[in-house]
């Protein structure tokens, strides 16, 4: 119970960081628009099952969706991650992490270096399939790289602040 | 049969993605009307009650800012007031004493409705304003929206009971007809999706020659958007030898990233326009 409640409240706080405030501020630069909102797939604990972070992705993509006004785009992009998400934790995690169901992803539980292969693979293939999807409608090679590139460069790095600020860390035994 | 139910039931967790995809796919790439009818308007309700809560505390903090704005408005208006009384100049004795036609009165053809932007997005490849002015205030499709420095916004495309949807200048399907100032040759505003500064103005012909710095205002052509409005300036100019056409690339005079109140414009011989231009092709 204590886990969906802080799993709503992650939601709702998510999309309001990503609509009132990512959206808003003005663009860095052409490439550059930060995405933080998928943090909540990466955050759900281990024991989620596949079919529920795959329509968690697409709850929360949609409502992103309602306020870009680009119906399905986001929505596209988060439930393929949320898919994803369970195989990408089986190649990096060993038997007895993963056996702790109710723990979450963070440094603490699966150390530095799987944690940040798991964020980097998890934000370039979001990244990647929002930028083709967009690409797909108007193109041009060296945007799409760009774009994916830096983007991703640049969740990764709120990604990190948002776990060393919450220090997310303790959860360690 | 059997098998191909089992196979599903085996794997429903790919079937479940496979179908959250193509639902996106699907409302991704049918967007345009479609999806406007269907779920527009409840979208528009929920993301515009949203943005407007937000928009209040957004509206605290920029009040100062958007108080200066109105005072330098209200000066303008107020100069342009002092203007139109001008005297009826009774030293000149006209020839004709009969004539008696009054030139005073003037058939009105635009007409202003402010409006309160409770949205707004510049950072995506298709963006759109969300204003707090609905079909119940009088607001009707493809009006024009025109900021309070009198630059252009954009143009409605959807309306609901209180709220308005606007596709902003920086949409790839905008398409604004304007002239240059200096030589009054006509082409169209668009926009590459690039940065939000950043217009073009396609199809000017080369017989004109722009220089950096030259003002691009509306076009008499436009059926929404009253004539000699600002656009902006001529930042840079793109020649292209195998084509006809120059294309200037320009710098927006529009501030899109704070917009706070715009204006409405609406012609009243819209439809009339339109009309006439639809005709005659049986004619011919």
Redesign the interface.
């Known amino acids: 119970m204590n886990n969906i409640l802080k799993n709503s409240a992650r939601f709702i706080l998510l999309l309001l960081i990503q609509i009132i405030i990512l959206n808003e501020i003005p663009p860095i630069h052409q490439f550059i628009t930060p995405y933080l909102y998928f943090i909540f797939i990466l955050w759900l604990p281990f024991g989620t099952s596949r079919i529920a972070t795959t329509l968690l992705g697409f709850a929360i993509g949609y409502s992103l969706d309602m306020f870009t006004n680009t119906p399905g785009l986001h929505a596209a992009a988060a439930s393929l991650i949320g898919y994803l998400r369970p195989t990408i934790l089986n190649i990096l995690l060993a038997q007895e992490v993963s056996e702790e169901l109710s723990k979450e992803p963070s440094i603490g539980t699966m150390g530095w270096g799987p944690f940040m292969i798991y964020i980097f693979s998890i934000t370039f293939i979001h990244h990647f399939y929002l930028v083709l999807l967009e690409w797909l409608q108007f193109g041009d090679f060296g945007y799409f790289i760009g774009k994916v590139f830096f983007t991703s460069i640049m969740s990764m790095l709120l990604i990190l602040l948002a776990e060393l600020l919450l220090n997310r860390r303790k959860l360690k035994r | 049969m059997k098998n191909i139910i089992g196979f599903i039931r085996q794997n429903?967790?790919?079937f479940?993605?496979l179908i959250?995809?193509i639902?996106?796919?699907?409302?991704?790439s049918s967007?345009s009307k479609s999806?406007q009818t269907f779920?527009g308007n409840w979208?528009n309700a929920?993301?515009g009650t949203?943005?407007s809560k937000?928009n209040e505390w957004a509206y605290f903090f920029n009040l100062k800012a958007t108080n200066a704005k109105l005072v330098a408005e209200n000066a303008a208006l107020r100069n342009e007031l002092a203007q139109n009384f001008v005297a009826y100049d009774t030293s000149i004795k006209s020839g004709t004493l009969i004539l008696r036609k009054d030139s005073l009165e003037k058939i009105r053809k635009f007409f202003y409705y402010p409006a309160k932007v409770v949205?707004n997005?510049?950072?995506?490849?298709?963006n759109?304003i969300t204003i707090e002015r609905g079909a119940l205030q009088g607001v009707k499709k493809d009006m024009a929206v025109i900021s309070p420095d009198g630059s252009i916004v954009g143009v409605v495309i959807e309306v609901n009971d209180n709220y308005s949807?606007i596709m902003s200048l920086l949409h790839?399907n905008s398409k604004v007809s304007a002239m240059l100032k200096r030589d009054r040759i006509a082409g169209s505003i668009e926009w590459d999706?690039?940065?939000?500064d950043i217009l073009t103005l396609k199809n000017i012909s080369k017989s004109a020659s722009p220089k950096i710095g030259d003002t691009v205002l509306t076009s008499p052509y436009s059926s929404s958007f009253p004539a000699q409005l600002m656009i902006g300036r001529v930042s840079s100019i793109v020649k292209d030898p195998s084509s006809n056409f120059l294309t200037l690339n320009i710098k927006s005079a529009t501030n899109f990233?704070n917009l706070e109140f715009v204006y409405l414009v609406q012609n009243k011989r819209m439809d009339a326009q339109a009309d006439i231009e639809q005709k005659g092709e049986g004619n011919e």
Do not use: C, D, E, I
């Not at chain 2, 997005?121 to 298709?126: D, E, G, H, I």
């Open positions: 429903y967790t790919f479940s993605f959250l995809q639902v996106s796919l699907v409302m991704l967007y999806h779920f979208n929920v993301a949203v943005n937000y949205g997005s510049f950072t995506l490849q298709k759109y949807k790839r999706g690039m940065s939000p990233y």
